[in-house]
């Protein structure tokens, strides 16, 4: 009889079950990277002159910066030379005026993801933006949001149709020099989603991109921009996923948040890219930068991300807290299973006075897993009265994987106050032996056992994400088993 | 026929043989009492009997109503009724004690073809038992075990136990680091619990026990066998005199 501790390991390596590709022609350019490179992908998108100069000058300045090392993650040197920066399926490129004009095979991916583009199969209240590859494929629900002045759109039309907004907003969270991730995303990013929410809206539905990386050797760099006018409130969901693959991809995106006054955003995140095989071998490699900006009194940042997928996970989605009496939360649930690493964190900047901030960090391991949470909570000389509550838990299933927390506080006003717990337990033949030996099968042992410890953060996703985030959750543990 | 039947039972863990032969019968409605020096393998045969994956059966047979064990999962031998009482119950951090009595019950009822209890039902019913053991409700809502006392998770396995209704109830040291109060209360508990067709094994070091629950047997495990049995006088017999006496009467007849 197989011991729990095979048992567990049999549980955790599942197969994946996104992996499929998706036989369509793309129009890709060369791989490497360099001006022209740059000029074309431009060119491609018919951008303006300001938007060129402005990758131009993220690029020129990402040359003189190098790959951060700092983290708890090891991989290969990425050839940035030998990835392609720009493929889009043929059909795409020129733009379909409507949903009928879209290559079935492309609904037909999304279909199989799970997410009908088609308005009438689509999840009610889910406005979707899907971006395949380089390109945004299609958004649902624009028309209606429009009624409201909720512009939801691909990055591309919002740079062709609502230029001011972008200049203003573009690079203000996240500006290129901010780090090696971002200013690379600064110069190639190819498309991704935009949202602006005017002054006293509320929208009405969630928001959501779906993206997909299709294309081998492609990387995927996107940017998502979110303004929330005062007192705007918008909910937003992003999901990922891409083919096995034995080579790994490199995905840098860049998303930017901004809350003016008395404005909500609260943004969610499913991540499930491609992890990589059993062996370790291929996979995506996720380095992103998120940031919001609570720009104006009592705004409200809240993230919430659910990190199952990717080789390499590097990403702290993080508030800056300018306006007095604005709120960051930063909710997450990172699971590392086989060969999988996640350096993962956040970052609360307490500027404004009486801000607040609330971590809750759920790191999980399996297999040879590592999962890193990485956390910093900055309260500036002027921010009077703030406040950040942190607590950041570890679960270990069996003996041969590793969890690290990394906080750093950085207190310099006296009457800021930081709280910070943490704790660690262990799954291990033990535990699951007691659950057994009381009739509950192995695999309702983890499961429950994992839902249980992720219950604060599942609490947080808006509803139709939790079932899905939990379902993820038993199946990255579980595969195919019963 | 025997509720339990352990047969020439062999066992190793890790690489070492434990038990080296043990046979044991026990029927519907019998108490029976087992103990034994320290590290004699009273606990390897509880385990074995629960199917920990651990230990490994190398010769013999374990039957339980009328059907092997062997090649059974942990879980499937829980829903046929076996119950063990831990002697170092596990702490399950998240997950309520309420929550994960729910799912044991609920997981044997389906095994059984029978209705899952609904919340409500289970609420009440746990609020009965939790009395019956004088366990404090806040130690429901709290996670499996973590950070209970050690007396607190020695009730907390008889209020399991109580729960489940199991037809087999083996307790592996419950008595220690029991309280005379909490004691008695365990004890009580065990009794309510006796029935004509549960049987018990109960696993102790301490005659006392043996007060409040009078087994129909003892049996005097020493280096991986039965050495003696007999009934509830031989527990008072060991107490007097220690367990040398049988080893020098072992050495004797040999
Ligand atoms: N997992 C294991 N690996 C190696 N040896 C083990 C293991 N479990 C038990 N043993 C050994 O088996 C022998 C019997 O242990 P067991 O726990 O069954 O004794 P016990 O009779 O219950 O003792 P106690 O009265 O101290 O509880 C001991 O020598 C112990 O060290
Ligand atoms: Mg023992």
Not at chain 1, 21 to 46: F, M, Q, W, Y
Not at chain 1, 158 to 186: E, M, Q, T
Not at chain 1, 324 to 336: C, H, P, Q, R
Request: with cysteine.
């Amino acid at each position: 009889m197989p011991t729990a501790n095979e048992t567990i390991e049999r549980l955790t390596s599942q197969d994946y079950k996104y992996g499929f590709v998706t036989e369509i022609e793309e129009d890709s350019v060369a791989p490497g990277l360099n001006e022209d490179i740059i000029r074309l992908i431009s060119h491609k998108k018919g951008e303006p002159e300001w938007l060129l100069d402005w990758r131009l000058k993220a690029y020129r300045n990402w040359q003189t910066m190098e790959e951060p090392k700092w983290s708890n993650v090891t991989y290969p040197p990425i050839d940035y030379d030998a990835v392609v920066y720009y493929s889009a399926p043929k059909q795409i490129a020129k733009r379909p005026g409507s949903l009928e004009e879209v290559d079935p095979k492309l609904l037909e991916t999304y279909e199989r993801l799970g997410i009908p583009l088609r308005e009438r199969g689509a999840l009610a209240g889910v406005a979707v933006d899907a971006v395949f590859d380089s390109v945004s494929v299609a958004t649902t629900f624009k028309a209606q949001l429009a009624k409201l002045g909720v512009i939801f759109c691909s990055f591309s039309e919002a740079v062709r149709d609502h230029p001011d907004l972008v200049r203003k907003y573009l690079g203000s969270v996240v500006p290129y020099a901010d780090n090696y991730f971002a200013g690379l995303n600064s110069a190639v990013f190819s498309d991704g989603s935009f949202c602006y929410v005017p002054k006293g809206v509320r929208c009405p539905m969630e928001l959501s991109t779906y993206f997909r990386i299709n294309a081998a050797q492609t990387g995927q760099f996107e940017r998502t921009l979110i303004i929330a006018d005062e007192g705007a409130y918008v909910s937003y969901l992003e999901g990922c996923t891409a083919p096995m693959r034995d080579r790994n991809q490199l995905h840098a995106a860049v998303v930017e948040l901004i809350a003016l006054d008395n404005a909500q955003i609260k943004y969610s995140t499913v991540q499930n890219w491609y992890p990589g095989d059993k062996e370790g071998r291929g996979g995506i490699y996720n380095f992103v930068t998120k940031r919001g900006k609570c720009a104006g009194v009592n705004s409200k940042i809240s993230w919430t991300q659910v990190e199952t997928g990717s080789a390499i996970t590097w990403k702290y989605p993080s508030c800056i807290l300018l306006g007095d009496n604005s709120i960051g939360e930063f909710y997450s649930v990172a699971l590392t299973n086989n060969y999988q690493q996640a350096d993962t964190g956040t970052k609360m900047i307490h500027i404004g006075r009486n801000t607040r901030s609330t971590i809750v960090s759920k790191g999980i391991s399996a297999g040879h897993g590592q999962n890193t949470y990485r956390g910093l909570v900055q309260v500036a000389k002027k921010a009077e009265g703030a406040r950040n509550y942190s607590q950041c838990d570890s679960m270990l299933i069996g003996d041969q994987c590793g969890a690290h927390t990394f906080p750093y506080i950085d207190v310099r006003n006296p009457s800021g106050q930081v709280e910070h717990e943490a704790c660690t337990s262990k799954i291990g033949e033990d535990q699951i032996f007691y659950c057994n030996q009381r009739g509950i099968s192995t695999e309702d042992a983890v499961s429950m056992i994992v839902n249980g410890f992720c219950k604060q953060v599942f609490r947080e996703l808006p509803m139709e994400f939790a079932v899905e985030a939990q379902k993820l959750l038993t199946v990255s543990l579980e595969g195919s088993v019963g | 026929m025997p509720l339990l039947e352990v047969k020439n039972l062999h066992v190793n863990v890790g690489g070492t043989e434990i038990l080296k032969g043990v046979d044991l019968a026990v029927n519907e409605g019998e108490i029976h009492a087992i103990m034994g020096p320290n590290g004699s393998g009273k606990s390897t045969l509880a385990q074995t009997i629960s199917g920990h994956p651990a230990f490994e059966v190398t010769d013999g047979d374990i039957v339980y109503g009328g059907e092997s064990l062997l090649g059974k999962k942990p879980e499937e031998r829980a829903c046929a009724g076996i119950f063990l009482a831990f002697q170092y119950p596990v702490e399950i951090p998240g997950i309520s004690n309420s929550l994960f009595m729910k799912s044991a019950l609920n997981a044997i009822r389906r095994s059984r073809g029978l209705q899952e209890l609904d919340a409500f039902e289970f609420l009440e019913l746990i609020k009965e038992k939790a009395n019956t053991v004088e366990m404090d409700e806040a130690l429901l809502s709290r996670s499996v075990n973590s950070g209970f006392s050690g007396g607190e998770k020695k009730r907390n396995e008889i209020l399991q136990m109580a729960v489940l209704e199991p037809r087999l109830g083996i307790l592996d040291e419950t008595d220690s680091g029991l309280d005379i109060d909490a004691l008695r209360i365990v004890a009580d508990g065990v009794n309510s619990l006796r029935a004509p067709h549960r049987a018990m094994i109960i696993v102790t070091h301490y005659q006392r026990l043996l007060n409040y629950i009078v087994p129909d047997f003892v049996h005097v495990l020493n280096g991986g066998r039965i050495v003696r049995s007999g009934g509830k006088e031989l527990a008072l017999e060991l107490e007097e005199k220690g367990y040398s006496w049988l080893e020098e009467e072992a050495l004797a007849r040999s």
